[in-house]
Every structure is written in structure tokens, then in C-alpha cells.
Nanobody, 121 residues
Framework: QVQLVESGGGLVQAGGSLRLSCVAS????????MGWYRQAPGKQRELVAR???????NYADAVKGRFTISRDNAKNTVSLQMNSLKPEDTAVYYC???????????????WGQGTQVTVSS
């Protein structure tokens, strides 16, 4: 069994910063892509940023230059540093990881429970 647990959400004023962290635990052989998604009320879940095991990253246009994703492969963690936050960044943020639980099998997607980020104007 695999679990993803997020931490670091909260309430911040516009222009402020938050750092989200996610740790994967359980029956993990290796982790491919890790990422962060978000879902605002009444909207679909959308990709914020993702990072491969080799460190390649990509970001949603809305967060480029403001958010930075990083990971520690040895600790199975992924983090999202969010700077210059805007009210439109308000959403529930979800950690996602494509995880191999056994060698020679496909990777499966796992999700965290979500953490609320609220940016006040």
C-alpha cells in the first residue's frame, strides 16, 4: 500500500509565500513523475507543476516564474515553493506520483488527500 501525505497549506495574503511538501511512503520500488495539481471551487483539477526522477520540470503558464517544484529522490518527497501568491491561486492542492510498487510492472498514479491554500486580497 502506498500513501502520499501533503503538508504546508494555509492562509496567506496576496504577494506572500507558502511551501507545500509531500512524502510518499509504503510499498515503493521507485517513483517516476511527481507533481502538484490544484482544484478551485467549480473548476476542474489542473496541473500546476511536475518533475521527473531526473529533475526535468514543467509548469502551468499561470505559475511560471512564481512557483518552483523540487524533489528528493532518496526521501520520496516533492515540494512546491509558491511565491508572489495571487488570490486566483486559491485552491485545494494535491500531490501526485507515478509509482512502481514492483520491478517489471507498470507505474500507477497515487494521490494525496489535498491541502487547502487560500490567498486573500
Amino acid at each position: 500500500q502506498v500513501q502520499l501525505v501533503e503538508s504546508g497549506g494555509g492562509l496567506v495574503q496576496a504577494g506572500g509565500s507558502l511551501r507545500l511538501s509531500c512524502v510518499a511512503s509504503g510499498s515503493i520500488f521507485s517513483i517516476n513523475v511527481m507533481g502538484w495539481y490544484r482544484q478551485a471551487p467549480g473548476k476542474q483539477r489542473e496541473l500546476v507543476a511536475r518533475i521527473t526522477s531526473g529533475g526535468s520540470t514543467n509548469y502551468a503558464d499561470a505559475v511560471k516564474g512564481r512557483f518552483t517544484i523540487s524533489r528528493d529522490n532518496a526521501k520520496n518527497t516533492v515540494s512546491l515553493q509558491m511565491n508572489s501568491l495571487k488570490p486566483e491561486d486559491t485552491a485545494v492542492y494535491y500531490c501526485n506520483a507515478a509509482i512502481y510498487t514492483k520491478p517489471g510492472t507498470r507505474a500507477y498514479d497515487y494521490w494525496g488527500q489535498g491541502t487547502q491554500v487560500t490567498v486573500s486580497s
